[in-house]
């Protein structure tokens, strides 16, 4: 394993980390939920521009990453938030939710499932040297994140429009 991977593994595993640390905490989660998705919406736009300016030729490829990752992201979506405890929150339009061991391992495997089929399509888990190489399988892993948090999100907000408490008299 060269250098570049094991620092490429050394940020991920951080991450890994940093996350489960948060996640098997409750956390008030209120109606700015929706930036998660945003952020990952507009940096997949900003792959699909790379490939635009770089690569116009491998739209096929970038498509099918980045519809694999939309499926596979729903899937992790609909069984992050199967198994994430949600409760009214303490605010109004707030919901309090809190991961577990089982939502902490959706992401893990989805994040290595990310890294098996970018060392399958490019034989390496960074994706090769050059941004050209790098552009699918971004897209790919992007659109991962957009449709899990998207579909998280959407969820989150479900439940806190539903569970709206009564304003305080008084």
Avoid: C
Avoid at 146 to 157: M, R
Wanted: charged residues 10%; aromatic residues 12%; proline residues 5%.
């Amino acid at each position: 394993m060269g250098s570049q991977s094991a620092i490429y593994l050394l940020v991920i595993a951080f991450i890994v980390f940093r996350y489960a640390i948060r996640e098997l905490r409750p956390r008030v989660i209120t109606p700015r939920i929706w930036i998660t998705p945003a952020i990952f919406a507009a940096l997949l736009a900003f792959v699909f521009y790379g490939v635009a300016m770089t690569e116009p030729d491998s739209w096929g490829t970038v498509l099918v990453w980045t519809i694999g990752g939309l499926v596979v992201g729903v899937i992790a979506g609909f069984l992050i938030v199967k198994n994430t405890l949600i409760q009214p929150g303490p605010r109004t339009g707030t919901v309090v939710a809190q991961g577990n061991y089982i939502t902490l391992v959706i992401w893990v495997v989805a994040i290595a499932l990310r890294f098996v089929v970018k060392l399958i399509a490019t034989g390496s888990i960074t994706g090769g040297t050059s941004l050209q190489a790098q552009l699918a399988p971004n897209a790919g892993t992007v659109s991962v994140a957009l449709a899990a948090f998207g579909v998280i999100a959407y969820t989150f907000s479900k439940y806190a429009r539903a569970h709206v408490m009564p304003p305080a008299v008084g």
